[in-house]
């Protein structure tokens, strides 16, 4: 991907619009299947404030899409396809703005920039979590009282579902090109700022380590991921911290950064010859392979595995790490082919078991793809 601070939206262009906690990527392209056309994406970073803008001064210039596409992280129970952002739409994103406080309010002050900018151009909500909505209810469930929260029904939503749907695509092309069957129990893991890991069986997702919020699951660059409940008790009760504390400290001070001296970014804890950084990186992997070793077991077996997101992509080590421990198990990883991996490819050796495949994510695409649909309908 290459970062500029120039946009140029051409007719009957489509505007996507991927809004993270800090970082905003532009696109415009046409709807059709253009080649190479997703190297021209254009990247901010900043708070929500520069990041809108940042949105405003791009656009100043620009004539109006054809329409606009939002990655929309929580709206609970939604599903895959693209929906209209009227104004039932919207309000169902501002209530579920509580559970997504970095992402939610971002997404709806760019929606009302765009509105009023172009308020013809139809603006459309794709869905992060809505891969997960039929998640089979063993899955779905926490051992709760469902009263407990009857506004935000208590359950596991699953996050980075555009993410995993592309490595998911990405799998089976590449398993059709080299002969493979597709695979049946498929588990792909997303380990980039946030971390998560989805289990497939089939075309569907049947278990996602991410749950009711994006802090569950496996460590990551600044968040917890999954700890003892009595332990935010005990923060709440006996450290007298304020669910605002607790919230900053589980969301930007723990994980990575917890651990290693309060830099959760993954390129400087690798290039750090620190005892701690060396034990970040060991806590991290082991947590990775715990929730394989969990997938594995939920799947009854385990064909084909995928890796992706910032650090999934680009970082060897983190994948040798994670994947040479478990060669006992029918995982083999080709270090030779993990040192010289580029885009798609097998990590896997030649005759093994299990198919490892590098799958840099395109959530861009797949928006795309969501859009497409619709328009075909």
Aim: proline residues 5%; glycine residues 8%; aromatic residues 6%.
């Amino acid at each position: 991907m290459v970062s500029t601070n120039t946009l140029l939206i051409q007719h009957n262009d489509v505007l996507l619009c991927n809004a993270g906690s800090s970082s905003l990527k532009l696109l415009a392209r046409q709807c059709g299947p253009v080649e190479d056309s997703y190297d021209n994406i254009v990247h901010f970073d900043g708070d929500a404030k520069h990041l809108a803008t940042s949105l405003e001064m791009a656009l100043r210039t620009q004539t109006p899409p054809r329409a606009v596409l939002h990655r929309i992280v929580h709206a609970g129970a939604v599903t895959e396809h693209a929906q209209l952002m009227d104004t039932k739409t919207v309000e169902r994103i501002s209530h579920w703005s509580v559970l997504a406080p970095l992402h939610n309010p971002l997404a709806l002050s760019l929606f009302h920039i765009i509105c009023n900018k172009w308020p013809k151009v139809p603006q459309y909500a794709v869905y992060d979590s809505g891969l997960y909505s039929e998640l089979p209810s063993e899955a779905a469930r926490y051992p709760l009282p469902e009263s407990l929260s009857p506004q935000w029904p208590l359950r596991r939503y699953g996050f980075h579902g555009l993410a995993h749907r592309s490595q998911w695509r990405s799998a089976h092309a590449a398993s059709h090109e080299t002969g493979i069957a597709p695979p049946e129990r498929f588990i792909s893991i997303h380990l980039g700022g946030g971390c998560s890991m989805s289990a497939w069986r089939g075309t569907r997702v049947v278990d996602t380590s991410m749950g009711f919020t994006p802090l569950e699951g496996m460590m990551m660059s600044t968040r917890s991921g999954s700890v003892d409940p009595g332990i935010l008790l005990h923060l709440l009760q006996q450290e007298k911290l304020s669910p605002e504390q607790l919230n900053k400290t589980l969301s930007k001070h723990s994980g990575l950064a917890a651990l290693a001296a309060g830099n959760g970014d993954m390129r400087t804890i690798i290039a750090s010859d620190s005892a701690e950084s060396k034990q970040a990186i060991t806590q991290y992997c082991y947590q990775v392979r715990k929730q394989i070793g969990a997938f594995i077991a939920a799947l009854g077996g385990i064909d084909a595995i995928s890796i992706g997101g910032g650090v999934g992509e680009n970082q060897a080590k983190i994948r040798e790490n994670i994947f040479l421990p478990l060669q006992n198990i029918g995982i083999a990883l080709d270090q030779q082919r993990n040192q010289q991996a580029k885009g798609v490819c097998a990590l896997h050796q030649e005759n093994t078991k299990t198919a490892i495949w590098l799958t840099p994510v395109n959530e861009m695409e797949e928006m795309l793809r969501h859009y497409r649909a619709l328009e075909s309908q």
